[in-house]
């Protein structure tokens, strides 16, 4: 038991999370290649442009299988907060062509 009577394993964990000036600009990327093993999942993100013959990749994530099946769990909660508040996220093919945005 921790001192407020909870079992020990109901704690939470704080972690100090540093976010360094790079990082925080973010990258873009609007293609992703994944690729897995059995001890891990290699997440390639591309930004893929119209009218060049090559792209790169922009950032590597590589991550234990059980990290991303968390990683997929988190993504799927917050795109249901996501939709619950400003409404279905569309996939190209249901957006009317006027309100598309992105590549076609």
């Known amino acids: ?18 976010l360094r000036d790079e990082e ?5 990327a609007n293609f992703a290649a994944i690729t897995h093993s059995p ?3 290699v997440m390639d993100f591309i930004r893929v442009l119209p009218g060049t013959k090559k792209s790169r990749v ?7 299988p059980q990290n991303v099946k968390a990683f997929v769990r988190a993504l799927q909660d ?3 907060k996501y939709e619950e508040r400003h409404g279905e996220i569309k996939s190209s ?3 009317p062509p006027e ?3 992105g590549f076609q």
């Open 78 to 80: 917050n795109i249901a």
């Open 39 to 41: 001890a891990e999942f």
């Open 99 to 101: 309100k598309q945005i």
């Open 1 to 18: 038991m921790d001192a407020d009577g909870r079992p020990m394993a109901e704690q939470k964990k704080q972690i100090n999370v540093e």
């Open 93 to 95: 093919g249901q957006t």
């Open 24 to 28: 925080a600009e973010g990258i873009y």
């Open 58 to 64: 922009h950032a590597r994530l590589v991550m234990a």
